[in-house]
């Protein structure tokens, strides 16, 4: 009796092993630095994200994101977020915004009428940006704290690319600028937008919570920041990251293509017209009523109006027969309602 007592205790401390060494797999297994990079190998860093603030448990969604003082949104902004909600109904839309308190009652309907509209649609959530919260944990949480904003030049810009790459590190889903107005619903992959030959863009990006790419990307953000250098934190930092990351100089080669699981899409995506171009979204007649330019963007996802150089051009554009009318009309109709004749 003894002796089988004696084998069943063996046979419990076997299983018992067992399951302790498959969990200790398993975390290694999770927590495991990826090996696409060189770099960083020992580096790590934590994932967490602080509760100090009331926060939802995001699902993934649809990022956009207020880094300057403001709480009245811009006609263009309301449009971008009224139209991502449009086309992808079923799909959450997260609005971060610097200055929200996260009270949208505490804000006067008249005067706050933007941010009002858009909390009043059923599937957007208006959200405070923590910055403390959203760097804590991650590379750019130093350089956050170190840097002085009245010493930067494109200071709203440089924070709006750090922090499109930290949501997307945290939360994961799709990140848009808001000075795009979307056409066409958006899948849940991980993707980059070529903005024009061999150049990609950030204004549009996909990525899954806690991808490497933007891992890396966000090292490569503070080692290589230079603020009074326009792009160097946007543009140029996705551009050289997925040279990087596929490995070449070339990567006009990947369009439309996948390289390591992050798909490269050509520029008629968000970019069909260049910024060198930007006033033919504003010109007048360019279509007549009933009529469709959908045959136009029949490849586009959204529009990226280049606010940086439009800035402004918006308000008026109601009885124009623009780009930007046919776009505000069909896409973004409770905020076309609210414009200026």
């Not at 699902?59 to 009245?72: A, C, H, K, Q, R």
Request: aromatic share 16%; with cysteine; proline share 4%.
């Amino acid at each position: 009796m003894a002796e089988r007592a004696g084998i069943q205790k063996r046979w419990f401390l076997c299983i018992l092993l067992l399951v302790v060494l498959s969990l200790i797999l398993y975390v290694t297994n999770q927590y495991k630095f990826p090996q696409s990079f060189p770099n960083h190998k020992a580096q790590n860093f934590d994932v967490t994200v602080l509760t100090r603030a009331k926060h939802p448990d995001i699902e993934p969604g649809i990022m956009f994101v207020e880094t300057s003082d403001t709480l009245i949104p811009s006609e263009l902004t309301m449009c971008a977020i009224e139209s991502a909600t449009l086309v992808n109904s079923r799909k959450q839309v997260y609005y971060f915004i610097k200055e929200f308190t996260g009270n949208i009652s505490a804000l006067e309907q008249t005067k706050f009428k933007g941010l009002h509209l858009l909390s009043s649609i059923h599937n957007i959530t208006l959200l405070p940006l923590d910055l403390d919260e959203l760097f804590y944990g991650t590379p750019l949480f130093d350089w956050y704290k170190k840097i002085d904003p009245e010493n930067e030049k494109y200071w709203i810009h440089v924070l709006s690319d750090a922090c499109r790459i930290a949501l997307l590190w945290k939360y994961g889903g799709i990140y848009l600028d808001t000075d795009i107005i979307s056409l066409k619903p958006l899948d849940f992959i991980n993707f980059i937008c070529e903005q024009s030959y061999n150049y990609a863009n950030g204004a549009a990006l996909g990525f899954s919570r806690n991808h490497p790419f933007i891992k890396e990307s966000m090292f490569e953000y503070v080692e290589k920041y230079i603020g009074g250098k326009w792009g160097q934190q946007g543009p140029d930092l996705i551009t050289r990251m997925l040279k990087k990351w596929c490995e070449t100089q070339e990567i006009n080669d990947f369009v439309n293509k996948t390289c390591k699981g992050v798909t490269f899409y050509p520029k008629d995506w968000f970019y069909p017209i260049p910024y060198s171009s930007w006033r033919s979204y504003f010109e007048n007649d360019k279509w007549e009523e009933n009529d469709s330019i959908e045959d136009l963007f029949s490849k586009t996802r959204g529009v990226h109006i280049w606010n940086f150089l439009s800035n402004g051009n918006t308000r008026y554009i109601k009885d124009t027969q623009s780009y930007m009318e046919y776009f505000f009309k069909n896409y973004c109709p409770r905020t076309y309602e609210t414009l200026q004749q």
